[in-house]
């Protein structure tokens, strides 16, 4: 059956990507929980990684599509998730384990009491492409509120965003830090070649919202068509420090006297 609408297409691309890499080996209950091992590089028979992968897929992207229940605060029951095929195997504390241990924050684990009845809930705590998922989000009122926004990406796709602006593509937001890459928990990939600031202050007077996850990552969906266009970025320079000198292409600073601080 053909897919109807972008979002089907779209979720069918992850579920290619993701799920069928993944969700067609079950958990091993056996394997060796090291935690460590994500620091160097991944490799796919890694427990860590396989589980990661999993979890990130489903919460993120693919409850829907996978036919997991999950409430449009981003949650889903951890009993009905260890129920799934591709997590069976695995059991609450090897979970807690993983949303303790991630160093990005990227998981929320609770548990609720109802009518006298506990439960566990896990949720991602930003990242979704889902519709109609929204997390508990604090709004930003003012480019004071945050240090900075800043989004990292890599010299090639700075090619476009020069001339397009940066995109939430799939996602229901655009990701953006509150740091520089060495200093950041969550918001920009450590491989970062061109540091993106934004000009906040600029973006909320346009009616552009901002907002603040769980875990410290600035989200916005951006304008009507999902992007922050380029007049709305304050500076761009390479995340090397031995570049900072060093002109970005594409790349034209502003004049001093309009010139807006980056930390903003």
Same mark, same amino acid.
Do not use: C
């Given at each position: 059956?053909?897919?109807?609408?972008?979002?089907?297409?779209?979720?069918?691309k992850?579920?290619?990507?993701?799920?069928?890499?993944?969700?067609?080996?079950?958990?091993?209950?056996?394997?060796n929980?090291?935690?460590?091992?994500?620091?160097g590089?991944?490799?796919?028979?890694?427990?860590?990684?396989? *589980?990661?992968?999993?979890? #990130?897929?489903?919460? %993120?992207h693919?409850a829907? @599509?996978?036919?997991?229940? =999950?409430? +449009?605060?981003?949650?889903?029951?951890?009993?009905?998730?260890?129920?799934?095929?591709?997590?069976?195997?695995?059991?609450?504390?090897?979970?807690?384990?993983?949303?303790?241990?991630?160093?990005?924050?990227?998981?929320?684990?609770?548990?609720?009491? *109802?009518?006298?009845?506990? #439960?566990?809930?896990? %949720?991602?705590?930003?990242? @979704?492409?889902?519709?109609? =998922?929204? +997390?508990?989000?604090?709004?930003?009122?003012?480019?004071?509120?945050?240090?900075?926004?800043?989004h990292?990406?890599?010299?090639?796709?700075?090619t476009?965003?020069?001339?397009?602006?940066?995109?939430?593509?799939?996602?229901?937001?655009?990701?953006?830090?509150?740091g520089?890459?060495?200093?950041v928990?969550s918001?920009?990939?450590k491989s970062?070649?061109?540091?993106?600031?934004?000009?906040?202050?600029k973006?909320?007077?346009?009616?552009?919202?901002f907002?603040?996850?769980?875990n410290?990552?600035?989200?916005?969906?951006?304008?009507?068509?999902?992007?922050?266009?380029p007049?709305f970025?304050?500076?761009?320079?390479?995340?090397?420090?031995?570049?900072?000198?060093?002109?970005?292409?594409?790349?034209?600073?502003?004049?001093?006297?309009t010139r807006?601080?980056?930390?903003?």
């Open positions: 059956m053909a897919l109807s609408t972008p979002f089907q297409q779209r979720v069918q992850l579920a290619t990507v993701f799920s069928v890499r993944y969700s067609s080996r079950r958990i091993d209950p056996k394997a929980f090291d935690s460590s091992r994500r620091r590089p991944q490799k796919e028979g890694d427990f860590f990684y396989r *589980v990661t992968r999993e979890l #990130s897929y489903l919460l %993120r693919g829907l @599509h996978e036919r997991v229940p =999950i409430r +449009p605060d981003g949650y889903v029951n951890v009993d009905t998730l260890l129920k799934h095929p591709p997590m069976r195997g695995l059991g609450l504390n090897e979970l807690r384990r993983i949303v303790s241990q991630d160093n990005k924050s990227r998981y929320n684990l609770r548990r609720e009491i *109802v009518d006298g009845v506990g #439960s566990w809930w896990i %949720r991602a705590n930003q990242g @979704h492409s889902m519709p109609g =998922i929204t +997390p508990e989000l604090e709004p930003i009122m003012s480019s004071k509120d945050i240090p900075m926004a800043v990292g990406t890599t010299l090639a796709a700075w476009l965003i020069s001339k397009s602006g940066l995109s939430r593509m799939t996602r229901n937001h655009i990701h953006l830090a509150q520089y890459v060495g200093s928990i918001g920009m990939r970062s070649q061109i540091l993106v600031f934004i000009d906040v202050s973006a909320l007077e346009a009616g552009i919202p907002f603040l996850s769980s410290g990552v600035v989200l916005t969906p951006g304008d009507s068509d999902g992007y922050l266009q007049n970025f304050s500076n761009v320079r390479y995340a090397n420090p031995t570049k900072l000198a060093d002109p970005v292409p594409g790349w034209t600073a502003l004049p001093r006297a807006t601080s980056p930390t903003h």
